[in-house]
C-alpha cells in the first residue's frame, strides 16, 4: 500500500458538545469514561427536595440502575459524608459533603457579587422576586436569589431549578447559547421525554420569536400557573456558560401587561449593567 492509497489514521472525535447532555450508557464503550463515578453522581442527583429522604428500591427506580449497584453505591457515599443515614427510616439523605462541594462553585462565581446590588434594585423598584440563574442538563439552577414577592410560595432559592422548557428563565438560557449548541439542548430534552417535549414546543417557539423581536422571554403561568415571569439572557465571557436572569410574581399580583410594559426594560438595562461590568459592551 502507497502514502496514495494508506487510509487516514483514526481520530477520535468527542461528541460531547456541552455539559451533561449525555447518557452516561452511551459511553460505556469509552475507556477514559469512569462508570462507577457516573453512577454515584446519578444516585446523587435522585435526590431533591421533594423527596429528601430515598430507601436503596426507590433510588433503584429513579435511576433505574440495579438494587445491588445501588446499595454498594449508598454505602460508599455515606462513608465517605456524601449521604447520611435516617435512624428512623433507615433510608437516606444528602450528606454535608454535597454541600461543601457547592460552595467554592458559588464562592468562584463573581458575577454573582456583581449582579446581587443590581438584582436587590430591581427587586425594590418592582415589588417582584429575582433570580440568577445557569443551565444544569434540562434545568435552570437559581444561582443567587432576591426574594421581594412575599406572596411566591415557591420559595426560590440558590439552588432551587426550574425545567428549561416550561420556565421562562429556561428557554432564555437555552437562547442565550449559540445556534448549534440550542439544537443540541433541544435534542437533548426531545430524547429525554418526548411528551414533555412536544407540550412545550408552543411555548418555545412563541418566546423564540418573542426574543428575536423583542429580547425577552415571557411565562404567564407556563411553569406554575400562579406565579408570572419574564427573563433575559445575560451574555458572559468567552468560556464562561451563559446565565439568565427573571422577574417573578404572583399571578394575582401581575396586573395586565406590567410585567412587559414597566418591569422588562428595568430587567433589561439591569442586565446591561451586569454585563457591562464583565466588560462585554
Known amino acids: ?30 475507556r477514559q469514561f469512569s462508570m462507577n463515578l457516573a453512577r454515584g453522581l446519578e444516585v446523587l442527583r435522585a435526590f431533591s427536595a421533594s423527596t429528601p429522604l430515598l430507601g ?16 454498594r453505591l449508598t454505602y460508599t457515599l455515606t462513608l465517605l459524608g456524601y449521604l447520611a443515614r435516617d435512624g428512623q427510616s433507615q433510608k437516606y439523605r444528602l450528606g454535608p459533603g454535597v ?3 457547592g460552595h467554592p462553585l458559588l464562592a468562584s462565581m463573581h458575577v454573582r457579587q456583581m449582579a446581587k446590588p443590581l438584582m436587590e434594585s430591581l427587586a425594590r423598584t418592582t415589588g417582584c422576586t429575582v433570580n440568577l440563574g445557569m443551565r444544569d442538563r434540562g434545568t435552570a439552577v437559581y444561582i443567587d436569589s432576591v426574594r421581594a414577592d412575599t406572596a411566591n ?6 439552588g432551587t431549578s426550574r425545567p428549561l422548557l416550561s420556565s421562562s428563565i429556561g428557554r432564555a438560557l437555552i437562547l442565550g447559547h449559540t445556534p448549534a449548541e440550542r439544537t443540541a439542548i433541544l435534542n437533548y430534552l426531545k430524547v429525554q421525554d418526548r411528551a414533555y417535549f412536544e407540550r412545550c414546543r408552543p411555548l418555545w417557539e412563541a418566546d ?7 429580547r425577552y422571554c415571557l411565562s404567564r403561568g407556563d411553569w406554575q400557573k400562579n406565579i408570572h415571569a419574564v427573563a433575559v439572557p445575560v451574555r458572559q465571557p468567552p468560556g464562561e456558560p451563559p446565565l439568565a436572569m427573571n422577574c417573578t410574581i404572583a399571578a394575582h399580583r401581575a396586573q395586565k401587561d406590567r410585567l412587559v410594559r414597566e418591569v422588562v426594560p428595568l430587567l433589561k438595562e439591569a442586565v446591561h449593567q451586569l454585563e457591562f461590568a464583565q466588560g462585554l459592551h
Open 153 to 158: 410560595q415557591h420559595l426560590p432559592d440558590i
Open 1 to 30: 500500500m502507497n502514502a496514495t492509497t494508506r487510509p487516514a489514521p483514526k481520530v477520535k472525535v468527542s461528541t460531547i458538545t456541552l455539559p451533561g447532555l449525555v447518557d452516561p450508557h452511551d459511553l460505556s464503550s469509552d
Open 56 to 71: 436503596n428500591r426507590e433510588i433503584s427506580d429513579l435511576t433505574s440502575l440495579p438494587k445491588p449497584t445501588v446499595s
Open 99 to 101: 454541600l461543601a462541594l
Open 208 to 214: 423564540a420569536k418573542r426574543y428575536a423581536e423583542r
